[in-house]
């Protein structure tokens, strides 16, 4: 960047440049190159925090700047080979007051009634009632009563939870596809909607606010060289949810909008605050990779969230004492995960992700069920970049989770009769079928180039080596060479108490250099290019070139 | 129950009744940070998580919801010039109790300092003497400092 001289007057600029000509015969500015007004390079910060601050933004920053959806989703795995040490999520397993956690960990806020956009169709669910009682009466009568359900296959476990998961996962494609056929006249948007049938459901988040472990409070007190690190500061923990939905609905076109993205509970809701590791929760860490998969691939037309059914089988293998108090708040909890997991990876499909802050909200729709209790909740993604301080009070956002508390359909099925129907149950059923997805009105992938996916990039070395390596990335394979590990023993005999001085040091951690886990994804030895194609193609000892191919490439 | 042998439970059995089981358990400062219905234990080995919980269930009445449980290894020492000895093995159990039932470690030694009279004072100040000097010869442990090593 050129550096434009102020000068007070043309007398002044003579000198300077004749005398910057007896200087150096080679610097001859231009006079043009001086400008009446000085312009100089912006001021940093140069604190210790504003600096590690930079550091964060500009990884967020590369991220943010890349410009088709695979090549943000590899790069957020580019600083580890082996994998991201996560906090590991799972669906089925919801430990005890598991509640505050989850929404500190999701920063959203919990309501218990569904939001005013179901009222709109109140009516037209109201007249619809009828004639999905009696369809629903039937399907309720011929799974529950009539058919024999599929067994377990050979070899499996049998319990109550799997039991129940598997009379759910036979009833509910059943219950949709009814509802779908009966609706459709009144929602004509349905019959466009996709349904994937247990999908992969995958998010990838960062977590900022964590206190730090034993460990790490440990390498910052006997660190001399850098005694402005605070033992205590927070850090950032990843986490990575692993979810399997019973079914999803998926449209081309967005949810609307369930409230408004800068007022109201999203920016007023209450959060539980949180700082320990997740771990006193009973939740493990993994080396994994970090994946964000909404159940589809990039690409797919259908790539909106509409619909999505959950099983909760999972709630009869938790402990008796759980049970009785922490039943509802365990079917909060999974509605909260879910339906966040879902929003973030569909977010990440647009361009967004755990490092770039959406620029409009992303909504959906989830219902718990297990044919008899069925939960409804609806879900507004408000915000996704939760790193560093943004998942505190400096963000001026909240994601909104609307939750019903379970509630029964029917009583209970006595000789070839429902009884007990409970209509509400229904209407609030019919009424998630009648929202209709409407053409977006902002822009929905700001942050991506007009080429979107990998697949229409023209240049082909990169989006061959992207595919490839995305591809790969997200198949959750281990590596064939495994990380490199130390023995016991060589704790104890070599690095905790040094009893072998003498020995060879041949091991990698003998030898110096990086630790295994820091290796980046692009540190390998790459693959070998033959010498013909190598660019430019190496000669041979003669100065001969090697032979040309008969077709220009 | 107890480290005692006692035959397998089968479908009908009646319960076997243990009344002085010599398992034990020790109530310790958490190494990190818990949630406030959480406490830490030290106990015998040979428990399992059902054996913690009802050892808090029946003798204390105290109601457990969930029960963590992991092997810590002993640390490993040594004296230079001599063989590596290591501490013995720990079970650690962590045991969470109903989310309104908190309970925090008792601060064992917060008045310490204060009141030590001069004497105790200098008491204290010639034990971290004794300490220092018997620590530069850790090889020769025991031996009195009157000794010229």
């Not at chain 1, 964060?56 to 088709?68: D, N, P, Q, S």
């Not at chain 1, 609706?183 to 994937?196: A, F, V, Y």
């Not at chain 1, 499909?349 to 008899?372: A, D």
């Not at chain 1, 697949?455 to 992207?466: F, H, I, L």
Request: hydrophobic share 35%; aromatic share 10%.
């Amino acid at each position: 960047m050129a550096y434009k001289l102020s000068v007070a007057n043309e007398a002044t600029k003579k000198t300077l440049i004749s005398q910057c000509r007896r200087i150096s015969s080679y610097f001859q500015p231009s006079e043009s190159e001086y400008e009446s007004k000085p312009v100089y390079p912006p001021i940093l910060d140069l604190s210790y925090e504003a600096v590690r601050e930079r550091k964060v933004e500009t990884v967020a920053k590369k991220i943010t700047e890349l410009e088709t959806v695979e090549e943000k989703l590899l790069e957020l795995n580019a600083p580890k080979y082996y994998g991201w040490w996560a906090c590991n999520l799972k669906e089925r397993f919801v430990s005890y007051d598991a509640l505050p956690f989850t929404q500190f960990a999701t920063r959203t806020c919990l309501t218990n009634e569904l939001p005013s956009i179901y009222n709109d169709v109140d009516e037209i669910a109201t007249k619809s009632i009828p004639v999905v009682k009696e369809k629903l009466n039937d399907l309720l009568l011929q799974e529950f009563e009539f058919v024999e359900q599929r067994t377990n296959r050979k070899g499996e476990t049998k319990t109550l939870a799997t039991e129940e998961d598997r009379f759910a996962r036979n009833f509910i494609p059943l219950l949709n596809r009814m509802l779908v056929t009966v609706l459709s006249p009144m929602n004509n948007e349905l019959g466009l909607t996709d349904i994937d049938i247990k999908p992969r459901l995958e998010a990838f988040w960062f977590l900022g606010g964590i206190e730090p472990d034993k460990l790490l409070r440990k390498c910052r007190e006997n660190n001399k060289l850098n005694q402005k690190l605070k033992v205590d500061e927070p850090i950032d923990r990843p986490i990575q949810y692993y979810g399997s939905p019973c079914l999803n609905l998926r449209h081309s076109k967005p949810l609307p909008q369930l409230l408004d993205r800068n007022s109201g509970l999203s920016t007023e809701g209450t959060i539980p605050s949180w700082n320990l590791d997740p771990r006193v929760m009973g939740y493990k860490y993994k080396h994994c990779r970090a994946t964000n998969v909404p159940g589809f691939w990039p690409g797919t037309e259908a790539q909106h969230g509409y619909l999505s059914y959950l099983t909760r089988g999972y709630l009869k293998q938790r402990d008796d004492q759980l049970t009785t108090s922490d039943h509802q708040e365990a079917l909060h909890v999974q509605a909260i995960l879910h339906s966040f997991a879902w929003t973030l990876s569909q977010a990440c499909y647009l361009g967004f992700g755990p490092y770039t802050e959406l620029t409009y909200p992303i909504s959906t729709q989830t219902i718990i069920t297990n044919g008899q209790y069925y939960s409804f909740s609806a879900y507004q993604l408000n915000t996704c970049a939760l790193y560093g301080k943004h998942s505190g009070p400096t963000n001026p956002h909240r994601n909104v989770c609307f939750s019903t508390n379970e509630m029964k359909l029917f009583d209970v099925i006595e000789s070839g009769q429902v009884k007990g129907f409970n209509d509400d149950v229904l209407k609030s059923l019919i009424k998630f079928y009648l929202i209709k997805p409407t053409e977006p009105q902002v822009n929905l992938r700001p942050y991506l180039s007009p080429e979107l996916y990998i697949s229409n990039v023209s240049d082909t070395a990169r989006r061959q080596k992207v595919e490839t390596d995305f591809k790969y990335l997200y198949s959750n394979r281990p590596r064939h060479k495994l990380k490199e590990e130390i023995y016991h023993w060589e704790k104890i005999y070599k690095i905790d108490h040094k009893t072998r001085p003498m020995e060879k040091k041949v091991r990698f951690f003998e030898i110096g250099g990086k630790a295994p886990g820091m290796r980046r994804l692009d540190e390998f030895v790459p693959p070998y290019v033959p010498k013909a194609l190598q660019n430019p193609p190496k000669k041979s000892r003669r100065g001969r070139l090697p032979v040309q191919p008969s077709i220009k490439l | 129950m107890s480290t005692r042998l006692y035959p397998a439970f089968k479908n009908g059995d009646s319960k076997l009744r243990v009344f002085l089981p010599d398992f034990w358990m020790k109530l310790v400062k958490p190494s990190h940070n818990l949630l406030p219905n959480q406490v830490q234990f030290v106990v015998s080995p040979q428990m399992t998580k059902l054996d913690v919980k009802q050892y808090l269930e029946k003798i204390y009445n105290v109601p457990v919801i969930h029960v963590n449980t992991f092997n810590k290894m002993g640390k490993t020492k040594t004296v230079p010039n001599h063989y590596v000895t290591k501490e013995p093995d720990e079970k650690i159990a962590f045991v969470t109790l109903h989310k309104d039932h908190k309970f925090v470690f008792p601060d064992l030694f917060a008045k310490a300092d204060d009141e030590l009279t001069e004497q105790s004072k200098s008491m204290k100040a010639s034990k971290e003497q004794y300490a220092l000097k018997t620590k530069l010869n850790i090889s020769k442990q025991g031996v009195p400092t009157w000794f010229s090593h």
